[in-house]
């Protein structure tokens, strides 16, 4: 049984197993498996509770700053925030969840769970992330995060952009790593790529 604000990977397995149980063997085309995976995505979600009725998703909490891919919500209590995904930059479920798999890995400070998913039904399906939320907060400088990421293994290749020979992180911009007051970086979004 899974459960609202699951670990990340446990989701992801549950949805490969189902997409290879309805596949099998068959050949698929990329715009078959999309379609796949997000019926089975959806299925799951509702399976398991995991399912937000769209006309609850601003029960989450109080509308945040929020970017091209995600409408954030920070909680009533001010310890987490909700990102609703709208899979913009992903475009499908199971690269999302792989994004998030690498960032889990390299940033564990700032983990993501996934909350559940929301949607119209019908193949209209965005996944709910939640992630603890850092208080007294500024924008990193970009000196500080090149000193961040070179202190994880991370070589800068281009503005915002850092490899370690097996994964390039981008859009590392002061927008998306928070410092705290005690001086500790927090990458609270980025962008990910398997080299």
Not at 42 to 60: K, N
Not at 152 to 167: H, P, S, V
Request: net charge negative; hydrophobic share 35%.
């Amino acid at each position: 049984m899974l459960e609202k604000n699951c670990p990340i990977e446990i989701f992801a397995n549950k949805l490969q197993g189902r997409i290879a149980e309805s596949t099998g063997d068959a050949p698929t085309n990329s715009t078959a498996l999309s379609r796949i995976e997000t019926i089975a995505a959806e299925g799951i979600a509702r399976e398991e509770g995991m399912w937000v009725p769209f006309s609850e998703v601003s029960s989450l909490g109080t509308p945040f700053p929020s970017g091209v891919e995600n409408d954030v919500y920070l909680n009533p209590d001010g310890n987490v925030i909700y990102k609703v995904n709208n899979l913009m930059t992903s475009k499908t479920i199971t690269a999302l969840l792989d994004r998030l798999t690498i960032h889990n890995s390299i940033f564990p400070q700032t983990f993501y769970r996934l909350h559940g998913f929301t949607g119209f039904g019908s193949g209209s399906i965005y996944p709910i992330l939640v992630q603890d939320f850092v208080p007294n907060e500024r924008e990193a400088t970009p000196i500080e995060i090149d000193t961040y990421m070179a202190a994880l293994g991370f070589t800068k290749t281009a503005e915002a952009t850092y490899d370690n020979g097996q994964i390039e992180v981008s859009d590392l911009r002061p927008r998306n790593v928070l410092r705290d007051t005690d001086g500790d970086l927090f990458v609270v979004d980025a962008e990910f790529r398997r080299i």
